[in-house]
């Protein structure tokens, strides 16, 4: 398979369009990381190739999360409905959503600690299929995909983490209902519509797990990087009705949704010399115990 590159996710965009019977003629690429995004000038559609090639079942949940939300009434992303999707171009998994507004904004803390708060209310239907969250089934599977990536020294002393981790996982006692979590909250992941709203966006690490997962990220970005202000965190706390930061079991999912990052940046070090001093300053952050105010959003 080619090399995921802007060259190629453009080629992937003109032939899904194709199929799809959209015009991508002077899409903008807004990102390109886990996935290459294009808004298209055409219309109001945002297309997402995913990186990976393994996800067509991540991403055929997604749409189906998105028209199930719809029919709630739920402030989210949605899917164009014309489209029969998700598509496989040259082994790509290929998405089309509606787009929010013409240009990316992010809502607030607040605003997520609200939607978080209706989603977890929500039943899901047994008709979603959602699984089980397993986080280290995914962990374990890109600490060995860095195999000939970083240094081995580095993998090891990750894989070591991770198996520690693993172990005082496993003996948490978590107080949060268990049930249907959007699987990577954070403010990245919440977006202002058009009509002024806030919506959800990313659906497709939607699962049934415990709700403390889905607090974890805004809690960890303002109390180890200093992302948000004590006084955002405090507003989130309020509106959400819960503080994971209280909770006993706090440190090790924090330590546990931290070292997923790091191994995420760990997948990018090789594409340039950004993501390689940031996997370079957060490793040795991990191995001295050091302070992560450094780090930076990737």
Partial sequence: MAEFSEETAGEILRESCGEAGLDPSGAELVRLGSNAVYRLASSPVIVR??????VADEMD???RVARWLKTEDFPATRVVPEVEQPLTVAGRVVTFWESAQEQEE????????????????LEEPESLRLPYFEPFVTLWDGLRALDGVVSEDDRTFLEDRAGKLQK???RLDFVLPFGMIHGDANIGNVIRHRDGSAILIDLDGFALAPREWDLILTAIYYDRYGWHTRAEYESFVYRYGFDVMNWPGYPVLADLRELKMVVWVGHQA??????A??????MNSLRTGGSRRDWRPS
């Avoid at 090789?270 to 993501?275: F, G, N, R, V």
């Avoid at 001093?277 to 957060?282: D, G, L, M, Q």
């Fill in 168 to 170: 005082e996982y496993d």
């Fill in 49 to 54: 190739i995913a990186r990976n090639p393994t």
């Fill in 61 to 63: 949940r997604a749409v």
């Fill in 270 to 275: 090789s594409t340039s010399e950004w993501k």
């Fill in 277 to 282: 001093e940031e996997f370079a300053r957060r």
């Fill in 106 to 121: 992010y809502a607030t803390l607040d605003e997520l600690a609200d939607l978080l708060k209706r989603l977890h209310w």
